[in-house]
C-alpha cells in the first residue's frame, strides 16, 4: 500500500530565511499531492496541492514541486514570517478518497 | 458557512466509559473522516464514509464505531474508553474536488 515519509520532522530557521519539507512516497500510481499546514490548537488546512502532471505550483512566497521519477515532492517557503510557524503535513492518495499523511513538520521561525 | 464543527472541544473520560464525538458538516459533502493525531505524530484514519448509510474502516478502527444516518452528522463513538485512546480527534468532510476541510478537533484525555 502507500506510504508517506516526511523529513525534517522539526526545522527552525531564521524569520526571512527559506524553509523546504520534503515528503517521499511509494505508490507510482499516485497523481495529487496535497500539503496542509495545522496551527497551535486547529485542525489542518489546505495550504497548497500539486497533481502529477505538472512538476511545480506556486502560490505567493509558497512553491511545491514534483519529482515523479524519484517519488518525492517538497514543500518551499520563501521569506518565512512568525506566522509560518507551525506544523505542516504532506498526503498523497490510497484511494481516489482517502488520503495516507506524513508524520509532520514542526517549523519555527525565529524572529 | 460554519463549515466542520465539531463537540466537544475537550472531554476527560474515566476508564470504561462511553462517549460521542459528535461531527457536523454545511457543505453538503458526501465523504467523511474521523482522523486520530497522537502527540508528534501525523493523522490516522480511523473510519470514512462515502455518503449517508455507507461507513467503513480505516488504519485504526478497534474500539470505536461510526453511524452515517445523515449527510450532514458523521458521530463517532468509544464504547470502553481505554488509556490508548487518548489523542486528539479530527473530522473531516470532502465533495467532488480532492480537498478535505477538517474540524477544530476534540481533545479526549483518558483516565
Known amino acids: 500500500g502507500e506510504n508517506v515519509e516526511q523529513h525534517p520532522s522539526t526545522l527552525s530557521v531564521q524569520e526571512g530565511d527559506s524553509a523546504v519539507i520534503k515528503c517521499t512516497y511509494s505508490d507510482s500510481a499516485s497523481n495529487y499531492f496535497p500539503w496542509y499546514k495545522q496551527e497551535l490548537g486547529k485542525g489542518p488546512q489546505l495550504i497548497i496541492d500539486i497533481r502529477s502532471n505538472v512538476g511545480e505550483k506556486k502560490d505567493q512566497r509558497i512553491a511545491v514541486t514534483l519529482n515523479k521519477t524519484a517519488k518525492h515532492f517538497s514543500l518551499h517557503i520563501t521569506e518565512t514570517q512568525p506566522e509560518d510557524s507551525a506544523v505542516y503535513f504532506c498526503?498523497?492518495?490510497?484511494?481516489?478518497?482517502?488520503?495516507?499523511f506524513g508524520s509532520g513538520t514542526r517549523l519555527l521561525v525565529r524572529p | 458557512n460554519a463549515g466542520v464543527t465539531q463537540t466537544p472541544k475537550f472531554r476527560i473520560l474515566k476508564i470504561g466509559q462511553s462517549m460521542t464525538l459528535q461531527c457536523t458538516q454545511d457543505m453538503n459533502h458526501n465523504y467523511m473522516y474521523w482522523y486520530r493525531q497522537d502527540p508528534g505524530m501525523g493523522l490516522k484514519l480511523i473510519y470514512y464514509?462515502?455518503?449517508?448509510?455507507?461507513?467503513d474502516k480505516g488504519e485504526v478502527p478497534n474500539g470505536y464505531n461510526v453511524s452515517r444516518s445523515t449527510t450532514e452528522d458523521f458521530p463517532l463513538r468509544l464504547e470502553l474508553a481505554a488509556p490508548s485512546q487518548t489523542s486528539v480527534y479530527f473530522c473531516?468532510?470532502?465533495?467532488?474536488?480532492?480537498?478535505?476541510?477538517f474540524g477544530p478537533g476534540t481533545r479526549l484525555l483518558v483516565l
Open positions: 498526503a498523497a492518495p490510497v484511494s481516489s478518497y482517502k488520503l495516507i
Open positions: 473531516a468532510s470532502r465533495g467532488t474536488e480532492e480537498t478535505q476541510y
Open positions: 464514509s462515502v455518503g449517508a448509510g455507507i461507513t
